[in-house]
């Protein structure tokens, strides 16, 4: 049996239930997540390797919900890392690729982890329904302690919020898991019109997006600093008692 003296029974806390449900929530994404990597189940229908894209770590802040990786993204493994990513971080968040690519701050998720291929017209097909059922879905119910949820473009607002428009989702307020969720258009550059033709998107929805996202950005950064500083702080009194002794 293990030896404790009383100061120690005293330091320990009896592990409470929301604490046993975060600790459980943890285990059950991780076991998703591993398991998500390494499925292939609609490798024949493709017709070339899967490769599921997930990234981001379970207790992130930002859930980002999209469609489907394209081919540039398939070849690199890395969320948005082509032209649609460049104008989100760029243009529309005004993130760095460092804050962007935070695991601790984003989770990124979509409703096909896997690039389908291309259809007719050269244009990425959509993402088989096979992936959100077995994936995806959970993966959201799962990430219930983000504090800002961004879903983009139609296919995956379609799948949270059905039967709506999205030009409507885009300008309300909504929320999922009783968060701040907002809907974007995708920003692909085939998707110009849409943009051309909802001038008030970029003028008066954007800058809601962004203040979000730098908000939370902003709290990571004090955090990290409050924690550096406690550190330094706890490096400098074991300096100090090792001289003493």
Not at 49 to 56: A, K
């Amino acid at each position: 049996m293990e030896n404790l003296d009383n100061e120690e029974l005293q330091n320990r806390v009896p592990e409470g239930r929301e604490e046993k449900a975060e600790r459980s929530r943890e285990e059950e994404l991780h076991r998703l997540m591993k398991d998500l990597k390494q499925c292939r189940y609609c490798e024949e229908e493709f017709g070339f390797e899967s490769r599921p894209i997930q990234y981001g770590h379970p207790n992130a802040r930002i859930l980002h919900i999209s469609q489907a990786p394209g081919r540039k993204v398939h070849e690199i493994g890395r969320p948005f890392s082509d032209l649609s990513g460049k104008t989100l971080r760029e243009s529309w968040y005004q993130i760095s690729d460092e804050d962007f690519y935070n695991p601790d701050v984003f989770y990124f998720t979509v409703m096909g982890h896997c690039f389908p291929g291309k259809g007719k017209g050269n244009y990425d097909r959509k993402p088989p329904r096979c992936c959100w059922e077995r994936w995806t879905r959970r993966e959201i119910e799962l990430m219930d302690q983000c504090d800002l949820y961004l879903v983009v473009g139609q296919e995956a607002a379609s799948r949270l919020f059905p039967g709506r428009k999205l030009a409507d989702l885009v300008f309300e307020d909504l929320t999922l898991h009783g968060k701040p969720c907002f809907v974007l258009p995708h920003p692909s550059p085939l998707n110009r019109k849409w943009l051309k033709d909802h001038p008030a998107f970029e003028q008066e929805r954007l800058p809601l997006v962004r203040q979000a996202i730098h908000q939370i950005l902003e709290e990571e950064k004090e955090k990290d600093a409050k924690k550096l500083n406690q550190d330094e702080n706890r490096h400098a009194t074991m300096r100090t008692t090792r001289r003493e002794e």
